[in-house]
């Protein structure tokens, strides 16, 4: 081969390195990490804090829609995996890999984009998006293998492990899938309990799940105030019937779970608190549409599209909240699309 041809190759290698390094530094010690994006950027942003709020760095990295696509960043020894939804017109089929050790990402391509939710196991990412029917990859990390599930006429919402099987929310089935096969081993139907399953949680042999919309005795679709349990021994499913709608995530905090209600206005600012022990539901009024909440040294975090929340989960009492300036600092289309915690 000639001598030009070379210098091309390592004048690409060497582009494709930089492009792919990360700007910034990464912190030591940290307690919050903020992600900013924009939807038309291929370039997002994430910003280190301590528990005060205080910025601690900032670094750049060359992803676009980092942690979009309404799927928040899931730790699993050790690592962050955000989806990225690349921009409005350049859709991406990655995942993102980042080592809480030392900052540095790896992207994983699964080969199919847009994908709206995915989960992680010991060796795999599962990654689902919605093409009139539901495909589900599964996506080996050493190997890059790829496993395919197709699911005709689903729209996948939600995807967890629980027991070592794989469980898919899709319009009005649980399907529970076997991970090694990518097998269907169970639908459970769900009709009753709504559509839009947004997020879920394992107590015992309880799996607690949200409903984001409803449809109502015209076939109408409206908004949901409906958190479902399903019971692994009996199968049964019960609904318990919140005081708000829109319910989003779930936390286990002691003996109880705090759901997060918010409707993609932004209206709502409230989280429900159901006590395991006693069934008893309260509702507590916040300062700001939770988009995202996460529990973190016995306080929680929240997030909306410009500002940080901490409140006590005992009183719900704000107790700091900061704006990230994110439109001032990147961009006018920058927002934040997510955070995570160290552990």
Not at 92 to 118: M, P, W
Not at 129 to 137: K, L, R, S, Y
Not at 285 to 298: M, R
Request: hydrophobic share 35%; charged share 20%; net charge positive.
């Amino acid at each position: 081969m000639s001598k030009k041809f070379w210098f091309f190759f390592i004048f690409i290698a060497i582009l494709i390195f930089y492009i792919n390094k990360p700007s910034g530094k990464y912190p030591n010690k940290f307690d919050i990490a903020v992600i900013q994006i924009s939807s038309a950027k291929l370039k997002s942003y994430i910003t280190f804090l301590n528990k005060d709020f205080n910025i601690i760095s900032t670094m750049k990295i060359n992803c676009g829609g980092l942690s979009q696509c309404w799927d928040f960043p899931k730790i699993y020894n050790g690592k962050v995996f955000m989806n990225v939804k690349g921009t409005d017109l350049w859709l991406k089929s990655q995942i993102a890999e980042f080592d809480l050790s030392n900052g540095k990402y790896k992207l994983h391509n699964v080969r199919q984009k847009f994908n709206t939710c995915f989960t992680v196991d010991e060796k795999n990412i599962y990654a689902a998006n919605c093409t009139g029917d539901a495909n589900i990859v599964k996506y080996e990390i050493k190997s890059h293998s790829i496993q395919k599930l197709i699911i005709p006429d689903t729209y996948i919402t939600h995807m967890k492990i629980f027991n070592d099987k794989l469980f898919a929310f899709g319009n009005s089935f649980i399907y529970i899938i076997e991970t090694n096969s990518m097998i269907i081993s169970k639908s459970i139907d769900i009709t009753n309990c709504g559509i839009g399953e947004y997020d879920s949680i394992q107590i015992g042999n309880d799996i607690f799940f949200t409903t984001y919309s409803q449809i109502n005795d015209n076939f109408i679709e409206t908004d949901s105030n409906i958190l479902c349990k399903y019971n692994l021994k009996t199968e049964q499913i019960s609904k318990i019937i919140l005081q708000d709608i829109c319910p989003k995530q779930i936390l286990h905090y002691k003996n109880e779970l705090i759901i997060s209600h918010e409707d993609w206005h932004q209206n709502g600012k409230t989280l429900s608190v159901y006590n395991l022990d006693t069934q008893q539901l309260n509702l507590f009024e916040i300062q700001n549409a939770p988009y995202q909440i996460y529990l973190y040294e016995d306080k929680i975090y929240s997030i909306d599209r410009k500002k940080i929340y901490r409140y006590n989960p005992e009183t719900f009492e704000l107790e700091k909240k900061f704006d990230m300036d994110t439109q001032n600092k990147f961009g006018k289309d920058f927002f934040i699309s997510g955070f995570f915690c160290p552990k």
